[in-house]
């Protein structure tokens, strides 16, 4: 079992910056590849950016350059570093955690709110 529990978004104009954090606790959590994924109203959830346990990083195309992950393995915390942020950024914000080999142990935070408007 996993938990995770997010932090830092909010509400920033276009061409600003925000970090949001997720820190992972239970008894897999520094086994799995950890992510955020975001999903806007009405439409499906999509990847942002994952970071496996020996740091690959996999990030979507619209999100490369400005956006960046990263992990701290001993507070057990991933950060997403938004840089340059658009009004198309809006969206809620979710941390995921999954185990590299069985798929079906995959967790979800509760989601954090990112609003890029003027």
């Known amino acids: 079992q996993v938990q995770l529990v997010e932090s830092g978004g909010g509400l920033v104009q276009p061409g600003g910056s925000l970090r949001l954090s997720c820190t992972a606790s239970?008894?897999?959590?520094?086994?799995?590849?950890m992510g955020w994924y975001r999903q806007a109203p009405g439409t499906q959830r999509e990847l942002v950016a994952t970071i496996t346990t020996d740091g690959t990083i996999n990030s979507a195309d619209s999100v490369k350059g400005r956006f960046t992950i990263s992990k701290d393995n001993a507070k057990k915390t991933v950060y997403l570093q938004m840089n340059s942020l658009k009004r198309e950024d809006t969206a809620v914000y979710y941390c995921?955690?999954?185990?590299?080999?069985?798929?079906?142990?995959?967790?979800w935070g509760q989601g954090t709110q990112v609003t890029v408007s003027s």
């Open positions: 995921n955690a999954v185990h590299p080999i069985i798929k079906a142990l995959n967790y």
């Open positions: 239970g008894s897999i959590s520094s086994i799995c590849t």
